[in-house]
């Protein structure tokens, strides 16, 4: 990529986030949302095979996107959509990213309910379905947020439900699901959980 191909990217610097090399954002490179000006392209765009590795190959596949189609963008618009797409469910990941953190007075209980719940459970599959259709209308009722039932459906698409699995599993299912979709907040270890809610070998 150079600022012949792409004078907008000339002397932006990428995003580079903390954690394993090479490991994408949680939800992929590629940007999902359109600036305001191209919203009636949303279809096309969502078909769009494209595959970035990077926040400069994604920035420039969106340009290329929408100047194949005749509609004019900022860098910075671009910006003000893929950035907080990145960043806003795993804000540790990107060095000096700040922002206003939801409040959301029933998610530690709702949580702390489906841990319990996964002590010594009939059937565990069926225990962590429960939950995740739970959290799900609770996240998208007005108690929740946009932002949160965004990112939520995100890591949903991405993990499917582990059907057929054993406790274990189903256990660690729920602990990375809280993890990934939390807000501003550091990663709790299973352990950590295990320990709490007195989860013992099955």
């Given at each position: 990529m150079s600022c012949a191909t792409h004078p907008e990217l000339c002397g932006s610097k990428e995003l580079v986030l903390r954690g394993p090399i090479a490991m994408p954002p949680a939800s992929g490179w590629k940007i999902l949302s359109l600036?305001?000006?191209?919203?009636?392209?949303?279809?096309?765009?969502?078909?769009?095979?494209?595959?970035?590795?990077?926040?400069?190959?994604?920035?420039?596949?969106?340009?290329?996107?929408?100047?194949?189609?005749?509609?004019p963008v900022r860098l910075s618009e671009v910006k003000a959509i893929s950035i907080p797409q990145w960043c806003d469910p795993e804000p540790f990941r990107c060095k000096g990213y700040k922002r206003t953190k939801e409040f959301l007075p029933w998610a530690k209980a709702m949580w702390e309910k489906a841990n319990a719940d996964m002590v010594a459970p009939a059937d565990p599959v069926a225990t962590l379905i429960r939950h995740v259709i739970l959290l799900t209308k609770k996240i998208n009722s007005r108690a929740g947020c946009n932002r949160c039932a965004e990112r939520w459906a995100v890591w949903l698409k991405a993990h499917p439900l582990p059907m057929g699995s054993d406790l274990a599993t189903c256990r660690r299912y729920l602990v990375d699901a809280h993890n990934h979709t939390r807000e501003g907040q550091e990663p709790t270890p299973y352990e950590t959980v295990a320990a709490k809610f007195f989860w013992t070998t099955p």
């Open positions: 600036p305001e000006n191209a919203s009636h392209l949303a279809a096309a765009w969502a078909r769009h095979p494209g595959r970035p590795d990077n926040s400069k190959s994604a920035w420039a596949e969106m340009f290329d996107f929408l100047k194949s189609n005749g509609v």
